[in-house]
Structure formats: C-alpha cells, structure tokens
C-alpha cells in the first residue's frame, strides 16, 4: 500500500517562506505525477501545483511566481518552495500521488494522499 507523509508546514508571517516536503513509500514504481493541493476551511480542495515524472508542470494562477514546485532525487519525492506567503495561502496542504497501470488504451490510474500539513500565514 502506498504511502504519503508531508513535513514542513507551520505558522509564518506574511511575506515569509515555508518548504513543503512529501515522500511516497509502498510502491516499487516511479509515480506518474505527484502535486499539491489545498483546502481553507468552508472551501473545496483546490490543485496549488502539480508535475509529472517527464517534468511537465502546472500551478494555479493564484501561486504563480511564488510557489516552486520540484521532484526530489530520491524516488517519489516532491517539494513545494512556497515564497511571498499571503494570508489567503492559509490551508491545510495535501500532497498527491498518481500512478498509472496497463495499457495505453486501457490505462487505470491510482490517486494517493497524504494527510496534509497545516500552513498559516497571518498578517
């Protein structure tokens, strides 16, 4: 079974600086796509950024040129470099695992997910 653990959240001032960090063990295989996503209270889970193992990357517009997401070297790793913190950035952080088995045409993918980490941004 494969499994997500994140570190890194915390409290910061705004205009400040967190590094989010998420291994996933369990699987012998490379994942397909890792990312971020995040839930403020009373609002839906939102992507905040995600890449794939051949280095395509897509963030929300609302991160863009703060928030740097990257792979690790080690096998299914992934980061989040999160600069310029506003207080809506405030949510808990949950970091995703996809892997995909079978053929092209008949291709299933896995989602995996961490437990998230607490990030609040005061102002």
């Known amino acids: 079974q494969v499994q997500l653990v994140e570190s890194g959240g915390g409290l910061v001032q705004a205009g400040g600086s967190l590094r989010l960090s998420c291994a996933a063990s369990?699987?012998?295989?490379?994942?397909?796509?890792m990312g971020w996503y995040r839930q403020a209270p009373g609002k839906q889970r939102e992507l905040v950024a995600d890449?794939?193992?051949?280095?395509?990357?897509n963030y929300a517009d609302s991160v863009k040129g703060r928030f740097t997401i990257s792979r690790g070297n080690a096998k299914n790793t992934v980061y989040l470099q999160m600069n310029s913190l506003k207080p809506e950035d405030t949510a808990v952080y949950y970091c995703?695992?996809?892997?995909?088995?079978?053929?092209?045409?008949?291709?299933?993918?896995?989602?995996?997910w961490g437990q998230g980490t607490q990030v609040t941004v005061s102002s």
């Open positions: 995703k695992a996809v892997f995909t088995r079978g053929p092209v045409e008949k291709v299933v993918a896995y989602d995996y």
């Open positions: 369990g699987s012998r295989f490379s994942a397909d796509a």
């Open positions: 890449i794939t193992s051949g280095g395509m990357i």
